[in-house]
Every structure is written in structure tokens, then in C-alpha cells.
């Protein structure tokens, strides 16, 4: 029997995923080298917990964990572990609903601050990091068990303005300029070095053809 759909219908509903860390007292984990501790979480963009729509998460982790893959079936969506290095894993999310496709999100783990050349902050070696990213969950067509339950409370909107909340409509209008910006740096650069590449070609066949 297939399952009835709302046709017409498209909800995006905003979330965040990330970590946060912190350094690990000396000898805080016996016969170990880990060096932080970390929690993974997924939930809504002011905090809000999604276990009205989302049935499970399973977060992947690095194969040298054991039990790497940690399903958890309740809010709020997370998992907290220790460790000495970073990593990407993948967040899955399963409905409420089994006829709506799970979403799988990719999340690079981050345990330390760093400064712009990519380089380890030391000024805040011994500060807790927060690496949080925003996302949209999209819904087209749901089915209407899914939408019931989607549109019982409100959906959380980005404000327009930076509030408590660092996710707004203004800070991702500034990052997406940010990523412009950046792009436009790469594109000169490119342009900038098959210049010289071109140029240096163009010489050494000239003293080719001058030997020759």
C-alpha cells in the first residue's frame, strides 16, 4: 500500500550540526593518549530538540573507535566521546515517517581553535571549541503522516538580524560573500600563475629553438 503524499507541498525546516571539545585533564582517561573530550549533536537552529519528526540518528565514526557507528533513538541527538584526533563523520537521519528517504550530513570533527594560515591557535590551546555548520532539512511532497506532525508547532525561521542566536539571514548573506569573495582570490591567482606558466613555456621554447 503506498503511502499518501501532501502533492504541491514543500517545508524547510532549519537545523545546525556540529561539535563542541574540550582538553582533557592529564591522565583524565588511564592507558590512553586521548587528549579531548567531544560531543556531536545535531538539533533545531535555537536549540530545539527534533525527535518529533526524526525517529533515529546514527553517527559514524572513525573506524578505530569501537562500536563505530552509534545509533541513538531519543533527544536530544547526540553522542559524547574522547579522543586525540580530528575527523569526518557522517550524521544520519532517519523519520518518523520510513517512506521518507533519510538525510546523511558530513561533519568534519573539530578538536582544536586555528588561526587564518590553518595553523593551531596557541592563545587558545586550552579554550572549548565549538564547529557548528547550518542546514536545511527540505520536504517536498511529504507524506502527510510527516507534514501532520511538521505543522503542529511552528517551524523556527532564521531571524533577519544577528541575535542570540549566531544564525540569521544577515550572517549567511556575510558568509556567502565571504565564500565570493574567497572564489574571486582563487580565480586571480589561477589567472595569476598561467600567466607565469605561459610566459615560462614561451621562454624555454625559445631557447629551445636557439639551441636547435
Known sequence: MSTKRTKGVTIVYPIVYGNTASLLPQKKVPDSD????????VK????????????????????????????VEHPPFEITETGWGEFELSIKLQFIEGSEKPVTLYHNLRLHSYEDDG???????????????????????PPETLYQVLTTQPIPTLPSKPSNSPYSLQAEQDELRKIDEAYRKVQEQMTLYKNRNDKITKELEEVKAELD
Do not use: A, C, M
Not at 525517529?55 to 573506524?63: A, C, I, M, S, Y
Not at 590551546?125 to 517536498?140: G, H, I
Open 34 to 41: 586521548h587528549t579531548h573530550k567531544w560531543t556531536v549533536t
Open 44 to 71: 533545531g537552529i535555537n536549540g530545539q530538540d527534533l525527535g518529533h519528526f526524526i525517529k533515529k540518528v546514527t553517527f559514524k565514526l572513525h573506524e578505530t573507535y569501537s562500536n563505530p557507528q552509534r545509533v
Open 119 to 141: 595553523s593551531i591557535s596557541t592563545s587558545s590551546k586550552n579554550k572549548p571549541v565549538q564547529s557548528f555548520q547550518y542546514d536545511e532539512l527540505v520536504f517536498t511532497d
